[in-house]
């Protein structure tokens, strides 16, 4: 896919740098974000930046994949970069003490300063599920409520995805359909 569009597009003059000349993939490079659900616990993958966080049931977020140190403003590893197989971070969760899981690209937590505010995002998605009509409120609203941030933080592309863990989630150790699990799943990206 990148092949045809530098053949559709190339580069021009001023948009290749000595770096872009010797790695062509460079400026198409992004993070990856993914998580497996099966049974009661989730595997979780990351390379470069963006976030992978949670609601805990005792109400306390955690971030659910180990930070990287390398990722540094606009400096992150990405999977573009040779080696990048080398760069992924996963970890194991249990999901019996989680409510609701957010991915996120690094557009939102750019717009914030702290990690705090990055994951009042995860309350504040759990206390609209609780309401009526809170799933349809979030669906009506998550691109305006993302565009906002974007607007007056980062002023970059947000995608976001939520997984919410519901309460039968995991009624026993036996592995079930994942779609009996994952109650909701949201994306929208500006």
């Known amino acids: 896919m990148v092949d045809d569009d530098l053949r559709f597009y190339p580069y021009s003059s001023s948009e290749l740098s000595d770096d872009c000349k010797e790695n062509h993939y460079l400026p198409y490079g992004c993070t990856f974000l993914g998580c497996y659900i099966y049974g009661q616990y989730g595997i979780f993958v990351q390379c470069g930046d963006g976030d992978i966080f949670a609601l805990f049931k005792d109400g306390k977020t955690k971030s659910l994949v180990a930070d990287d140190d390398r990722c540094i403003g606009s400096i992150t590893t990405s999977l573009c970069l040779s080696?990048?197989?080398?760069?992924?971070?996963?970890?194991?969760?249990?999901?019996?003490?989680?409510?609701?899981i957010l991915l996120t690209t690094d557009g939102l937590s750019n717009s914030y300063s702290t990690d705090n505010d990055l994951h009042q995002w995860a309350v504040d998605i759990a206390d609209y599920l609780k309401q009526e009509k809170g799933k349809e409120m979030i669906d009506a609203n998550l691109g305006m409520w993302l565009d906002e941030v974007s607007i007056n933080g980062s002023a970059d592309d947000?995608?976001?995805?939520?997984?919410?863990?519901?309460?039968?989630?995991?009624?026993?150790?036996?592995?079930?359909?994942?779609?009996?699990r994952v109650l909701s799943f949201i994306s929208k990206s500006i």
Do not use: C, T
């Open 158 to 180: 947000i995608s976001i995805a939520v997984i919410v863990i519901g309460e039968e989630a995991i009624p026993d150790s036996k592995p079930k359909n994942i779609f009996s």
């Open 83 to 100: 080696g990048a197989e080398n760069d992924f971070r996963i970890s194991v969760i249990d999901l019996d003490d989680l409510n609701v």
